[in-house]
T-cell receptor, first 112, second 117 residues
Framework: GAGVSQSPRYKVAKRGQDVALRCDPI?????LFWYQQALGQGPEFLTY????????KSGLPSDRFFAERPEGSVSTLKIQRTQQEDSAVYLC??????????FGPGTRLTVT | AQKVTQAQTEISVVEKEDVTLDCVYE???????LFWYKQPPSGELVFLIR??????QNEISGRYSWNFQKSTSSFNFTITASQVVDSAVYFC??????????????FGQGTELSVKP
């Protein structure tokens, strides 16, 4: 079956631009997570949705980061006024409930 | 606070050697889950195993085996007879049972394994 998909796969933004990253989870998966992975590091948690409810956003680094999942399926991570330190791979994962998480290929964001 | 430590940053072995990747974790929770993920050069994280804190039985899956020891807070991963295709970054991760966290993963820094022919 189809796995988690993310788009775009690569994004180059000029400093100060807004970006939107999309995640399509596995159909039927209730839980959706966003992680940020800096070069050479492990992924770090950003935010968690259960269906359309954002239950944990404790990992979002600043108020420039915003995530939504309005219909409990597709999710969008938005970064406003991008900064160079936002350059990273953004990973989306979904799970059925509290089971293992399945990850998408990630979006590599480069802020110039 | 919860934390995962993978002390080995890089390991290089020759094909057919056995290799063990170390993972040490910290948590105050009594119910938690431990995971291993593989990240090949393509970048996508691949799930390998999930264990809960009440099950200390070691597990073997083909050339892969895992040793979970609660007494030392360790969850080590061994690859027997390594192959070039095993070359990747391996991450150990922890999740706790707090409801509204949904099982968010706390990852270690990763161990880059290079298997040379």
């Amino acid at each position: 079956g189809a796995g988690v998909s993310q788009s775009p796969r690569y994004k180059v933004a000029k400093r100060g631009q807004d970006v939107a990253l999309r995640c399509d989870p596995i159909s039927g998966h209730v839980s959706l997570f966003w992680y940020q992975q800096a070069l050479g590091q492990g992924p770090e948690f950003l935010t968690y949705f259960q269906n359309e409810a954002q239950l944990d956003k404790s990992g979002l680094p600043s108020d420039r980061f915003f995530a939504e999942r309005p219909e409990g399926s597709v999710s969008t991570l938005k970064i406003q006024r991008t900064q160079q330190e936002d350059s990273a791979v953004y990973l989306c994962a979904s799970s059925l409930r509290r089971d293992e998480q399945y990850f998408g290929p990630g979006t590599r964001l480069t802020v110039t | 606070a919860q934390k995962v430590t993978q002390a080995q940053t890089e390991i290089s072995v020759v094909e057919k050697e056995d290799v063990t990747l170390d993972c040490v974790y910290e948590t105050r929770d009594t119910t938690y889950y431990l995971f291993w993920y593989k990240q090949p050069p393509s970048g996508e994280l691949v799930f390998l195993i999930r264990r809960n804190s009440f099950d200390e039985q070691n597990e073997i899956s083909g050339r892969y085996s895992w040793n979970f020891q609660k007494s030392t807070s360790s969850f080590n991963f061994t690859i027997t007879a390594s192959q070039v295709v095993d070359s990747a970054v391996y991450f150990c991760a922890l999740s706790e049972s707090i409801y509204n966290q949904g099982g968010k993963l706390i990852f270690g820094q990763g161990t880059e394994l290079s298997v040379k022919p």
